[in-house]
């Protein structure tokens, strides 16, 4: 095409001012696909489609120029599509006339990415730094081997995966963040927490929310997927935490104790602990994550609120409402 | 009495080879004193006396040397009392003969203190100058001022006050202790979570649990007295924040941020917070106080926890018991 | 307009039968106001329109002739809106031609307020004649004082507040009938339970609610603003209870007795009482209050019950539905 | 005996200078007996003998003159014993030499009934005048004769019969007080909530327990026996309600409301209520029942109350403590 | 019309390809109505009309020739509606131009029930002579007539009701097949719980539900009616299984304890047991009840469940989804 | 000793006509052992001794004769003491002058055993057997060779662990009785519930709380270990049971079904199950446990209830109290 039509987000589209039956183009996730037959015996599929600024479901009939590209995307993959905005009972729901998937590895610009999920606001780069100096600063060799031993076994997904599907964290690169922020929100306590073992429990910290690479499927459409349904990242995560543990050939000590952190750090048993934490360590790294955890609500509603309301809604995870202030005026600096 | 007993404590007169009929002396606080009527019309007095390591009951008549002595004490006060081992109905249950109140004053050494009630292992000297350091290090001067005027208000009392009656922090010079040690770890944590404004952060960090100097009554047998019945800590803290900030002329946007901080700093309703946190502040202290009650529990477990336990008992506060090791062998010096 | 538009409520312009394109006008009370910009730059208002018989959203665009009026009137305001009927997207969502704001002093006939909210079916006026005699009922003159005191800071809001947002007695004047039908009840009981002091009972009924006047904002568009979301009418209302009390140098003791009502009536920690009642003043106040919120909960769904149904929806507040009949047949006419 | 020994309280035989081996004579309650076989073959009793101040076990050889009486004295009976102080391994433990059963009818004197068991502050016969001038006042005559059919089958019972196994009202007649109090609360309640039917109400309040003089067992030792367990005393008032009402050919409407009173009365599904109030009169039934027993809660706790404590122990059913004090100094003599 | 249009399923109707404007005739249960005034005075019926397929909801005007039939046809008839397919904001909402109630004598063929309501997949018929079997089943004489005697009462109820309103078993001859299931299930069962009275048990599991006959209204819009919301199926059943027993003479012991299965069933009383568990039949009969329960919710999961889905959503009574998956390749024929 | 002292039970020793000074000798479990230090500096042991009918606390010097073989026994050991009945401070606390270990394996009568812990009533070879033949039921080979393989790591174990420290089956085989009669429960239910497959559930039916081999430690005095403590039994369930099915190589989707089961059979999440009941083998095995658990219950309340009671008291797990009668006068022999 010699003039590509621009690409448009969700909430462009669905915008109160938009006129029906414009052509369109856009970069979306497809995050659900449901094959259905119609009662003339001919395929067709229900899609939702969506960015990071809203979503839409429209029906992809088996003619339409879309439907073999369509069927043939796994849900999670990113589509290029073209259409007419439409309507259909008062919802958008657009006729689609071409789609395309785009290959993983061509996504290649953060910018077509964090318009396609929300995204952590702070540089991976770095945070994948952090995270490996805190590797390092693990004094017992034992230890820090089977911390790297985990993250070269859950790979890339560590980078990439939210912390949680609503509440904190619950964006792209969410669960780097909210471990390299526990990581440093440790390293900030443990002078002052002595009885606690520095090694334990920052090994802890990394680990302790690791079972998450394996609960949540797709890249793009953070759900639960089978193996969370049926296990559980608690126990995903301690599985994992003892495999790499065996392979560095950790003393039966500390081993028993990393996995009672990875077991306990829910704090409670309704909240999903396999366990009460009855370590220091684990009292320790389950009161961090808490913390780090109500914090990274806090910060994501301040980032994503709007100017024009006082306060939040109420915010899953905090039972409240947090005040949309700037800081006040006259704070000084830095801290 | 030329050679004066030595003292026993409540332990050494309990235990198992102690021979019954043996004179003693001890220092011990009246944890309870009530004056009955006996069937023949005389007054007698059923009193608790105890001391670090234990309790005990006894009655005393109108016709024994001590009655005079332990009526006019209040409860609370530490006495020093002669008498002879008894049991009665299978009880440790002496007979007093002689009983003399220690007034506040003269109890100067902490050894002797330390033997009466069980009290804070940090030294209360470096832990209120350390305490004044944070009151000092809050840029706005208003707000310092205010912080300033509240503890000038509660003098002394926040010195000795436990921080609760059972739990954490649950001995003299509690609330002392946990409030530096919750200033010590938000001072770790500022720099980190830069949505928090650090001068309100740590004036409520420093406010928090104010009201406890008003809720709990007696320098030595914490319980709640009617004040903190009728209001409770919350409140009371809550009304002595606002006084002091009204009379430092504390901006009223400060004042009411900080009001709020007091007012949801125990997290949740059932909990008894007046508010649910609402602010960055807000939350960033209660969970800081989460973080450090609930460590603070796990020190006086560890402290407390006999040598031939691998674990504690379930632990009030903590929902489990906690693992009564060492540190780890070969674990490095410090973090 | 020689010949104005008579006045249309909600429910006409939303009816089954109503034609698109027509043109109307309404009273209505601007309920929400959101100011937000185009992709174009230009800004446009998102706002909810609303009387006692619905409401609706709906969009004013820079260009149009109300956005003006819009802008600058207040969430609350009262405005005569003129516009055509349309739906967007199948919902009503008029396009306005014409929109000013009526002053809340224009607002004179009973009708217009009574359609523009639910009020309380009592007459205000009777009310209040009625609760100043309870109040000149109490004996005691520094309670009586310390009433009138707070009732004199409060000023108008008690007459016009609602009891709450949802539930019981959630309508315009709500307060104030909740209040003295309390009163009158107390009035009927207190012959009965004498160990309950009937001048602090009948204060502490007067003024439990009180803090509401300060919790919600916003005559017509009753929501907890921003010093109910910080400090919860309890604190509020214990606040200037507080203040009233020691104008009218109240008693210590009649003083801490009447906070300990405001502060305790919510009646469990979870429902928000700051302190669990331990006075038989307290523990009636609460009692009552939760006798005059469920009836007044029946009350009002039978008020606004359907003939047609034989059951009101499950009532929040209390768990259930409630029969929608008439009195029985041949059931005397008074007790 | 030509001097019989005067009757001592429970209270009296334990006091702290009571001396052993003495003589002594008392009147009691017969709480629990459970006949056993010692190692010799023999049977002996283990029995629990009490008064209204106190209680204590001990045990009967076969050998004993008092063996036989005992053995054939059901749990329940009064029995006047006599025998010799002593205490076993710590507590109080007298050999008894003598038993004999006292029927029923030969308890006349109110003052021994009132030292057997806690009693009804308020004069029975006159609790019960005003229970008949109530039902009198039902106007409907249907309405009426079931109400009198109902306590005609009850008969007795329910003048004696405790509201409660613990709580409020849990002494002799406190179920006829309740009932009463609560049938004064109402009449002067209904006039201010007119949607409710004051006939249906008032015969509601006067059999909402009634189940209960078929839940408990035993005049003087209140213990939920078989029917109490299996049926529960809603579904057993609700069958008495239901003879009751068709004996007498009340219509099948004012049945049905009538059982959904009693049905629902106790308010919350897991307090034991089989239905969720639905009408206006089980809603103000149940918010009636909640506030006196609330109030009867207080009113027993000040009058068991100990000068030397300003608080009472906390109150099951209140959550908390209650404090003691007299009226207010100056407070004017009735409402 | 000599060639009548075929009969459209909801689902049909609102299919995302169906043409607006077409006509259309349908049978379908009339699930509510409720008959409204327009502004001009005119009456007019909104009602809701279903099949198993879905639901939708119109307006029928005074003037439409359907109006006249839907306003005496009352709630839960079936009727034949022909109309014309129409949006009314967006959602399905027809015109309809006749309607005509189809007496329930006339529904005889299984297949048009089977469109209207879900039903039970086991065939009705051997459902019922399975469950007279197990009555007859039980030896005692007099056992056996109290159940014949309330399944007698009950009717051909028992046989169309459903066993839930949500949840498990919820649709037409849900009740009868929960009943036989566990009947199945208790009869594999006692031979290993030998404490458990056989007969007991038999009649306890076939009258466990029977209050649900008339705690529900409709032949098939299950609601909980007048009855079971004023009395609840609990006590209804209750009351059933009395009757029956008084009539057979069934001795009171197995009265007792028969009654005692019916109002503990439920298990807790927080879901609507009148009394707990407290002989073997009881705690037995309330564990299979929970058992088949949860079985049946995961049968109709399964059943209804989508070929496209992994896993089920969320289902209200297990707390989570169920796995949608065929059995395993290779697993053996049966048990 | 020429002629030795016949064993007593605890429940000899202190019973009422036991004589003080007397000589006996018992054979006891050791249940804790405290070392301390008397003032003096001496060492000496607090243990606690108890057999089935009940347990002691004593003190043992440094200078007494038992002191050293007491010292070396583990706790959980069984001892043969001699000793002289003394009581201190009321209670039973004999001066013991002899002590010795006895191995376990010469604890060979199962009369001695029966004697020192409460132990299933049914034959444990047999209950064996059966658990054997129930796996050679399962006809997946290696499905069966993984269940083999866990029984094969855990051994004995199984044979003697109890199912809890409290509650059902909380006795010496009550494991392995749990386990065989919720096999034999499944074996009755799975032709009535098909969706289940048979295989799946028999294996999660005899793993379900393998772990507990590994959670309780000692043979005679069922704690939770460390290992209980820090994992759960769930976990350590759920980890043997991965390594019988990777050494069996039994299919991925039939492991992570297995393992499911494990890690849900707990039913919730409050009650330790790490992940819902999410397949139809892990709702199906949860119920059956919950089954078996309550009539388990049920059943040792029957066998340990005392002839003189009418109920039980309230039993931890069902709530209540269960009604102690023997089967119905006339009930037929069996099913």
């Not at 081997?145 to 995966?161: K, L, Q």
């Amino acid at each position: 095409m010699a003039d590509p039509l621009p690409l448009s987000s969700v909430r462009d589209l669905k915008a109160a001012d938009a006129p029906s039956g414009r052509a369109f183009a856009s970069l979306l996730v497809l995050r659900r696909a449901a094959l259905k037959t119609a009662s003339n015996g001919n395929p067709y599929l229900v899609v939702e489609l969506g960015d990071r600024s809203g979503s839409f479901s429209c029906t992809v009939f088996s003619d339409s120029p879309a439907f073999e590209a369509m069927r043939a995307a796994g849900e999670g993959a990113v589509v290029r599509v073209e259409g007419k905005s439409e309507s259909y009972q008062g919802r958008f729901s657009p006729k689609l006339s071409k789609a395309s998937v785009i290959p993983p590895g061509e996504l290649t610009s953060p910018e077509a990415l964090a318009n396609l999920v929300e995204t952590a606001p702070e540089d991976a780069e770095l945070l994948w730094r952090d995270l490996n100096a805190f590797i390092e600063g693990i004094s017992n060799p034992e230890l820090r081997a089977a911390v790297r031993n985990v993250m070269d076994e859950v790979g890339d997904a560590f980078r990439t995966s939210p912390a949680a599907t609503h509440v904190h964290h619950a964006y792209r690169h969410g669960l780097l963040e909210h471990t390299v922020h526990m990581a440093r929100a440790a390293k900030a306590l443990l002078p002052l927490y002595t009885e606690v073992d520095p090694d334990l429990a920052m090994a802890g910290v990394i680990l302790h929310d690791v079972g998450k690479t394996a609960e949540y499927e797709g890249t793009f459409a953070a759900k639960r997927g089978r193996r969370g349904i049926l296990h559980g990242h608690v126990v995903l995560g301690y599985q994992l935490v003892r495999k790499g543990a065996l392979k560095a050939r950790l003393d039966p000590e500390r081993t028993e104790r990393l996995e009672h952190i990875i077991l306990s750090h829910q704090g409670k048993l309704e909240w999903g602990a396999a366990a009460l934490a009855a370590t220091p360590e684990a009292v320790f790294v389950s009161m961090v994550d808490n913390l780090d955890a109500k914090m990274g609500t806090v910060q994501r509603a301040l980032r994503n609120g709007s100017e024009a309301d006082e306060f939040t809604e109420k915010l899953l995870g905090l039972d409240g409402q947090v005040l949309l202030l700037n800081p006040l005026p006259g704070r000084p600096a830095g801290p």
